[in-house]
């Protein structure tokens, strides 16, 4: 039965990560940029959620549509800033100014909110629901409902639309895709919007249950790294599993041990897969252009 | 310099002075990071996590076991060296985005250790009652002399570590940040050389710490926190990366910036990101890139020519390959090639676009691992080496993709090939201007790589492996692009160069340029040999007709 329950809660976090690590992955294969902002946009989303119940006192699931567009407003500003002005300079150069994005979201969120945790209102009422003889939240069933709702409609977008091939053959060859008359720099704005809504979402998801902090984005933009990792660099469904696998790990290992020993196992775990197999454990899916 | 000694012994007040120990220490700690980062290209994010490691190290030591600085500073340089050189073998083998990630990862375990070991680092809360630094039984009191002591360790390690960048060492390392592989076949060992970067920008970050927890008087988890390497980070990148005076003028800036901006108090970090991420798009170079270029220095005046010592060469047969093979996936790129290649003779490697012609010359200069084969060079067994090895041994090659460091003169760029064997970077110039005059190519040297036509940047590249005097010398397309005037040139200069006993393997498609340069040719299809002669009976050879124009061709 805990076994269970715990089951449950590991597959809502990894839900929410899987959010994470599918905005990660959608910029990097359609810029080949490592978006470091990526955990502290996370952080953002969840705070604009705890900002917004005030003003709109309604369940979560209402603020879900307000904080998708508010961050995918900010993910314009952040290609805008960070990103365009870097094309062409090595890819350290984008690195680095997306830690600089990151800098200021934090530390201006802890201006704004200061240290202390934060939690962000329920998707809907924030009870729990009796299934057979298993007690399960509420919340946690939500999240996954909503992440596999926003991960279907990722795939629906880009697997059936015309917005979708263009945005894909962008991530495949920005040249050919420009060359084919695919507009460029607006698929990669797109993107970015896309990949800042979904941490957003991911944010607001996370922060009713396990709160958030100014400096939440470092752990999270690690554990979005470390699914990419072991999804295979470049793979969206294998980014989706990895974040699952990793909050399953996360989950366990916290129950019987403790969170810090669970994380310092899982970054333990990161190094040795970046050592022995740097292509992933499923094979690379972005081989890298020569 | 100056006037920073003048505002210390006249204006500034006991607050003032201890902002600028502060601003000394993260000099110490940007300095190490320009070597790594700024020299090496390697972006650690662990620069905080040696920061920390060298403060906990004297935290512990002088709190809890009562050593004195003579005791504690040697360990705050030798725990986080350490800890660089356990992790950084396998680390640095990663790609940027990888290496930083992996680094990072390192950072938080280090930082989740130090919280959750209370016994040891008093955790979360740290320890008090750290003593100050005592130098030869002088306790050193605050204010004015522990600034001293502080800037003055800012001025040995700035000189030690300027001293490294602009010799030899420097010059490796940097172009083992442009251009890793050129680096490799270049006879330069580039794990060695960043893991030696790594190490000694980790000393450099323990120190820092060291003298951090002297000034604070307690250690407490903040040094191990992201805003630490922040703060390096933006000092090293505002300041202007891999530049020793960068460091240190990025660093008096930056941490006074909050003194000077009172009401930025709580929210200097956010001006930080905005420095960091103005820095990157509006001046890459940063701060000493734009004084570099509203004083531009005058160019350093060319060195005296100078011929390198002769190299015995070796006749008869220099390099033999035998049954090499390599396979990407399913393909099988290189299916069982042999060749042997005499001293002075010129070899031509034909084929068709993807025959594996490139494959042959990565597999025998170690840039491509081979599955099957041998490579024996004098008698010597190269099979499976590394590359900067088998260029030692007196291998040498171009690439298809021309690449030079842009940020270098043609000078310097040819110089790369010497920093292997020569003592200083003047003697590898020298020799370098001789590789140019060999070429006729000596009016280049002062230009900036950057500003070359393609033409020209394939006979930098050509005497950048001439200046090694390699036994062997394989050149992949050394024509593609050339005028007919220049290919003339090109074909005059590999028949002198081989007339010195160099044994030269050619790939190229212009058959007018190669066949009567060449005494011998391998055609290559789908990675088999097809042909193996004289370049007079290619033409006629059935098989490589039927491989060019397809098979039903006539």
Redesign the interface.
Same mark, same amino acid.
């Given at each position: 039965m805990i076994t269970l329950q715990l089951l449950v809660n590991g597959i809502a976090l990894g839900a929410a990560y899987a959010l994470v690590a599918l905005g990660f992955v959608l910029v990097l294969n359609a810029t080949s940029a490592?978006n470091f902002a990526q955990g502290d946009l996370v952080m953002a989303g969840g705070l604009l959620a705890v900002a917004l119940a005030p003003v709109i006192p309604l369940p979560g699931i209402a603020l879900l549509p307000v904080v998708l567009v508010l961050m995918a407003a900010l993910g314009l500003v952040l290609a805008l800033?960070?990103y365009l002005? &870097?094309r062409g300079?090595p890819?350290?150069?984008v690195? %680095?100014?997306t %830690?600089?994005?990151? %800098? %200021?979201l934090?530390?201006?969120a802890?201006?704004l909110f200061g240290p202390e945790p934060r939690a962000a209102p329920p998707l809907l009422s924030g009870g729990t629901i009796q299934l057979g003889g298993l007690v399960v939240a509420e919340q946690s069933l939500a999240i996954v409902v909503v992440a596999a709702l926003l991960i279907a409609g990722q795939q629906w977008l880009f697997g059936r639309t015309q917005l979708g091939r263009r945005l894909r053959a962008t991530a495949q060859d920005p040249e050919m895709a420009r060359a084919c008359g695919v507009p460029v720099t607006a698929m990669i704005l797109v993107t970015f919007a896309l990949g800042t809504a979904y941490a957003g979402a991911a944010g607001l998801l996370l922060a009713n249950r396990y709160f958030v902090t100014p400096?939440a984005g470092?752990?999270l933009i690690?554990k979005a /790294?470390i699914a990419v990792?072991i999804g295979g660099w470049g793979s969206v469904p294998g980014a989706v599993v990895g974040a699952l696998l990793i909050a399953l790990f996360e989950v366990g290992v916290s129950s019987v041990l403790s969170y810090?020993v669970a994380?310092?196992l899982l /970054?333990?775990t &990161?190094?040795a897969i970046?050592?022995a197999r740097?292509q992933g454990l499923f094979g690379e899916a972005a081989r890298?252009r020569a | 310099m100056g006037a920073l000694l003048a505002y210390a012994l006249l204006y500034a007040s006991p607050y003032g002075l201890r902002v600028l120990t502060v601003a000394g220490v993260y000099a110490l700690a940007a300095i190490g990071f320009q070597i790594v980062f700024g020299l090496g290209g390697a972006l650690s994010l662990a620069h905080g996590a040696f920061f920390g490691l060298g403060a906990y190290a004297t935290g512990i030591l002088g709190s809890q076991w009562g050593w004195s600085f003579v005791a504690t500073f040697p360990v705050s340089l030798l725990v986080p060296l350490l800890l660089a050189l356990v992790v950084g073998l396998p680390v640095l083998r990663l790609e940027s985005h990888y290496f930083a990630l992996a680094t990072l990862g390192i950072a938080q375990v280090v930082l989740l250790l130090a919280v959750n070991s209370p016994g040891l680092t008093g955790g979360a809360n740290g320890l008090p009652g750290v003593p100050g630094i005592v130098l030869f039984g002088w306790a050193v009191p605050r204010g004015l002399p522990l600034a001293s002591v502080v800037w003055a360790f800012v001025a040995l390690g700035g000189a030690l570590a300027w001293r490294l960048a602009s010799g030899r060492w420097g010059r490796a390392l940097t172009l083992v940040r442009d251009d890793p592989l050129a680096a490799g076949t270049l006879g330069l060992d580039v794990g060695g050389l960043r893991l030696a970067a790594f190490a000694l920008s980790a000393v450099y970050a323990g120190a820092a710490g060291a003298l951090a927890v002297h000034t604070q008087r307690v250690v407490s988890p903040e040094v191990l926190e992201f805003p630490v390497m922040v703060s390096v980070l933006t000092i090293a990148v505002v300041g202007g990366r891999g530049r020793v005076a960068g460091a240190i003028l990025g660093a008096v800036l930056l941490i006074h910036l909050p003194e000077w901006f009172r009401f930025l108090e709580r929210s200097y970090l956010i001006v930080y990101g905005a420095a960091l991420l103005v820095t990157m798009v509006l001046m890459p170079h940063g701060l000493t890139g734009l004084l570099d270029r509203l004083f531009p220095q005058r160019p350093r005046p060319l060195p005296r020519v100078a011929a390198p010592s002769v190299v015995a060469r070796p006749s008869g047969p220099v390099l033999r390959v035998e049954g090499l093979g390599k396979a990407f996936g399913g393909v099988r790129a290189v299916d069982g090639v042999s060749l042997t290649l005499e001293a002075g003779s010129i070899t031509g490697l034909i084929g068709p676009n993807g025959s594996g012609k490139t494959t042959v010359i990565n597999l025998i200069s170690g840039l491509e691992r081979l599955d099957q084969g041998r490579i024996l060079l004098s008698g010597r067994n190269l099979t499976g080496q590394r590359p900067d090895r088998i260029a030692r041994a007196g291998v040498a090659r171009t690439f298809q993709a021309v690449s030079l460091p842009e940020g270098a003169t043609v000078l310097e760029a040819v110089a790369t090939a010497r920093l292997e064997r020569d003592r200083t970077v003047a003697e590898a110039e020298a020799h370098a201007l001789w590789a140019l005059e060999c070429l006729g190519a000596a009016d280049l040297a002062a230009r900036p790589c950057a500003d070359l036509p393609a033409a020209l940047r394939r006979r930098v590249e050509l005497a950048r492996a001439l200046a090694r005097q390699p036994a062997v010398l394989l050149l992949d397309e050394p024509a593609a692009g050339l005028t007919d005037a220049e290919k003339a040139d090109l074909a005059g200069h590999l028949r002198a160069i081989a007339a010195l006993g160099t044994a030269l393997l050619v790939v190229e498609h212009d058959m007018g340029f190669l066949l009567p340069l060449a005494g011998h040719v391998l055609c290559l299809d789908q990675g088999r040999t097809l042909y193996d002669g004289p370049p007079d009976g290619v033409r006629n050879d059935p098989a490589v007709v039927a491989a060019y124009l397809g098979e039903g061709a006539p």
């Open positions: 490592v800033a960070a002005p &870097l300079r890819p350290v150069s690195f %680095i100014s %830690i600089a994005v990151g %800098i %200021i934090q530390n201006g802890s201006v400096t470092g752990d690690l /790294y990792t810090p994380l310092g /970054y333990a &990161l190094l970046l050592v740097p890298r | -």
